[in-house]
């Protein structure tokens, strides 16, 4: 092994959480070799071709020294029942699946033509892990999109225990990090309560994204070839789904590091999100009701199930722990225009809002401190003159999943709910083409999961909810999603 594979290799370990010396890892290569059977279902087959586009530790590196590639069907020589024969190992392996299972009658592999089901819980029932690569394996994919003529499955509803490692493909370092992990510990690398590998999805894409600055300053690019576009503005209102998708992309990129979607000009579509394909609206437009290819769920049980409790109560001003206000919003007295303008990016922000929309912010007032008048104030931001109930009668309007959050900030006990950077995302996001029902759900959903988080660090076991706001629909159906398992 040369010293760059072992140098990627030591790096590969760190970016796992271990530390590993030259000594350990020859120790490895001299150790028996993590027996891989890889199999094919309904996909593209981008996932193998990612996985092959790897430099530095490349496939070579892997077949050579820490896996027996025992059966890939794209790879190996071997076909027919000799093919098959592959399959009847005595030996533990790992599993990994790419592709989603359609039904019996759309497909048939191998020599004896077994279906995708028979396939796959025949060789899960002998693996010792299974992995499934990408997101069609993973969550159903193309395949399982509406109208899903093929009647296509994910591995996850099949395998609850599954790893899956989500993307369409993942990248080639997701997939070798991974399956190296396998090799040298026995065991899959530390999960995220999805069951991906939290190493590589457990951070938010958008807030590792080059074009960030730009995005926080609202400059955007309209149309693909711009002049915005030439001098690397943010994609958001030419469909980026960044700020709602939880991949390493902008780390690791792809085909040895070369680029990834964003670097080369186009938005994340976030292929390695569930139901990535009718859950984000359209690839090219920010996210908005009227491209809802599903209609958002929604919780409407009466929230009285939680009115246990006389000393833990949720009022419009905060929550109070037998009657003493400890958990509450702050933020600073001044309006909006004097918060943004102190800083050059909140400045540029500001200016680009105002020439857009010709609003002029400074004549907007110090918001009472309460959750109704967040509400208030980002909707004299948008301009809307519109009563509180009209309000959340909007919000209620959004048929898409994914809400566009504010970033309040949660400071320990006394909680304090800060909110006073948060508007700036209003402006943000209308000036990225999100429309105003799009804004105030996010807001409304910001709310109840501030709500619901102060609740939890609290620690209380019962709550009672007080006053009209709560009697909303929409408050009731966001406190429900948000205070699952409370
Ligand atoms: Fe293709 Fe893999 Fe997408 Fe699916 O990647 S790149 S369609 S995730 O299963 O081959
Ligand atoms: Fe990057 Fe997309 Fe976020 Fe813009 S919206 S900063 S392009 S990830
Ligand atoms: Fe996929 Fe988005 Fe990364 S589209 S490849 S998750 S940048």
């Known amino acids: 092994m040369n010293a760059n594979v ?3 290799i030591q790096s590969t370990l760190k970016t796992l959480g271990v530390k590993a010396d030259e000594n350990e890892i020859y120790a490895k290569i001299n150790a028996k070799k993590l027996k891989l059977i890889w199999l094919h279902f309904s996909e593209c087959t981008g996932c193998s071709e990612s996985f092959i586009r790897s430099e530095n530790i490349g496939l070579d590196d892997l077949i050579f020294d820490f896996i027996d590639l025992v059966y890939h069907e794209t790879y190996m020589a071997a076909s027919g029942f000799l093919a098959e024969d592959l399959l009847n190992i005595n030996e533990p392996f790992l599993l990994v699946v790419e592709g989603a299972i359609s039904e019996a009658s759309y497909y048939t592999g191998g020599a004896p033509a077994h279906s995708a089901m028979h396939k796959l819980k025949e060789l899960a029932s002998r693996a010792s892990c299974v992995y499934a690569i990408g997101s069609c394996s993973s969550y159903g994919g193309i395949q399982a999109a509406k109208p899903n003529p093929t009647n296509s499955i994910s591995i996850e509803d099949i395998l ?13 370092s997701n997939i070798i990090a991974s399956i190296l992990h396998y090799a040298f510990f026995n065991k899959a690398p530390l999960l995220d309560e999805n069951n991906r590998p939290a190493f590589a999805y457990s951070k938010c894409l958008h807030d590792m994204c080059e074009r960030k600055i730009a995005f926080e300053s609202g400059d955007f690019v309209e149309t693909f070839g711009d002049e915005a576009a030439k001098n690397g503005a943010c994609l958001f209102k030419v469909g980026c789904k960044g700020p709602y998708t939880f991949n390493n992309c902008p780390k690791t ?3 040895a590091k070369t680029s990834w979607p964003v670097q080369a000009g186009h938005g994340c579509i976030a292929c390695s999100e569930r139901d990535f394909w009718d859950g984000y609206g359209i690839y090219e437009q920010a996210l908005a009701s009227s ?5 958002r769920a929604r919780n409407y049980e009466s929230l009285e199930r939680f009115n246990k409790s006389d000393e833990v109560i949720v009022k419009d001003d905060g929550i109070y722990v037998n009657n003493e206000l400890l958990a509450y919003l702050e933020y600073e007295s001044q309006n909006h225009a004097e918060l943004l303008n102190k800083n050059k990016l909140g400045a540029k922000l500001l200016n680009n809002y105002k020439d857009k929309f010709n609003l002029s912010l400074e004549a907007e007032s110090k918001t009472d401190n309460t959750f109704s008048g967040i509400l208030k104030a980002c909707s004299n931001i948008l301009g809307l003159d519109l009563s ?4 959340l009668d909007m919000a209620n309007k959004y048929e898409i999943g994914i809400a566009s959050g504010l970033d309040f900030k949660l400071a320990k006990k006394p909680i304090l709910i800060d909110v006073t950077k948060s508007f700036r995302l209003v402006l943000i996001y209308r000036l990225g083409g999100l429309d105003e029902i799009a804004i105030l759900f996010g807001v409304v959903d910001s709310i109840a999961s501030m709500i619901a988080k102060s609740l939890k660090m609290l620690e209380c076991k019962s709550v009672k909810f007080e006053g009209d706001l709560f009697k909303h629909e929409i408050l009731i159906d966001r406190l429900n999603y948000h205070l699952k398992g409370f």
């Open 388 to 391: 509180l109930n009209e309000l």
């Open 6 to 8: 072992l140098a990627q």
């Open 253 to 255: 990129k792809f085909n």
């Open 160 to 172: 609850k225990d599954a790893v899956l490692i989500p993307g369409c493909p993942p990248s080639e």
């Open 291 to 295: 491209y809802a290819q599903t209609k």
